[in-house]
């Protein structure tokens, strides 16, 4: 039977996700939703491509459809800012079975637990996009890791934008020790934020600290450089393991392995674990929304803004 997939946002990392789910091996109709008009002609480009499969199965609109309909899958790739008001379109008018969100999930934590009830009032699966659940190599590393106590992850870099990438990073904190988050510190980043590329957005430096439940401890530091750098250490007991994502390689004890990154549009085996699983592999919503809640209380409070759940956090 061929399934339907609706996917709501298709601008940077919502075309990222266009290419996967052209890719996927599940029979799909999938229903574009990218309500700049401007963006399109390039949506319509693709979807005509050889690459796409063929542009019947797909349908590129404005806006949400007007009757109701079910969707196997969701995917909503809209920015921080409206993806609640996407979220409460889609399951107020029609039928879903499953939700990928992107991240940041939302500016509030208020809207976090709102969506949090509406999704298990509905009955609703959902889970966030924190791809590096989806790369077979920390799979590998979580394995041969385990059992051995608290994995510490230690992050450096520049220019890979850490006001919106954090919750990556403490997502794989959590998905390689097993154990959720029990506190984010922002004390050792640069005061305040400076805007990001993206208008209304803001960006920070410096280093965030985290523990988890288990006492593993996680470390990101972004400097402010325009050169973008990446560089990741995996430490249990006395073993350290150095991943080096930009350059594909992980080392430990002087020996260096191929370590392979996963981009969105090139994980489409995500997509057909959700629609034949109904499980994608990746975050699911009330892990990810503890990490947020968190960082997002964590975030208002570095950039003195008021301490209410209501109060929208600048990042996306």
């Known amino acids: 039977m061929v399934k339907q997939v609706i996917l709501c946002g298709c601008g940077n990392i919502g075309f990222r996700h266009l290419q996967a789910l052209a890719d996927i091996d599940t029979p799909a109709r999938i229903t574009i939703v990218e309500p700049f008009e401007g963006g399109h002609p390039r949506i319509a480009d693709f979807i005509a491509s050889e690459a796409a499969g063929g542009a019947e ?12 309909e079910h969707f196997d899958l969701v995917v909503i790739a809209t920015s921080a800012d409206t993806r609640q008001a996407a979220f409460d379109s889609v399951v107020d008018h029609h039928d ?18 709102e969506v949090a ?8 699966a959902a889970f966030v996009n924190c791809g590096r ?33 954090a919750v990556h990073f403490l997502d794989l904190c959590e998905f390689l020790n097993d154990t959720p988050l029990t506190s984010i510190d922002l004390s050792a980043l640069q005061s305040g934020a400076v805007e990001s590329k993206r208008a209304g957005f803001y960006e920070i430096f410096g280093t965030l600290a985290a ?4 006492g593993a401890i996680l470390s990101v530091t972004c400097l402010d450089s325009d050169k973008m750098e990446i560089g ?4 249990q007991g006395v073993r350290s393991i150095a991943i080096d994502e930009l350059g594909g390689t992980q080392s430990e004890d002087g020996v260096t392995t191929p370590f392979a990154i ?37 975030m208002c409070q570095h950039l003195d803004l008021p ?7 600048p990042v996306s």
Not at 307 to 313: G, N, P
């Open 57 to 68: 199965h797909y349908r590129l609109l404005s806006a949400l459809p007007e009757s109701r």
């Open 96 to 113: 879903v079975g499953y939700i990928i969100f992107e991240k940041i999930l939302f500016q509030t934590v208020t809207a976090l637990d």
């Open 117 to 124: 009830a509406k999704l298990e009032h509905m009955g609703i």
């Open 133 to 165: 659940r989806g790369f077979e190599n920390y799979h590998a590393l979580k394995t041969a890791l385990a059992g051995g106590g608290p994995i510490d992850v230690t992050v450096t870099g520049s220019a890979f934008g850490l006001a919106s990438n």
């Open 211 to 214: 523990t988890l439940d288990n």
């Open 232 to 235: 990741i250490t995996l430490s």
């Open 262 to 298: 996963k981009h969105v549009s090139g994980m489409p085996y995500l997509y057909d674990n959700a629609l034949r699983e109904g499980d994608p592999g990746l975050t699911p919503y009330a892990a990810s929304a503890h990490q947020h809640r968190l960082y997002l209380r964590a």
């Open 307 to 313: 301490s209410s759940d209501d109060t929208v956090c």
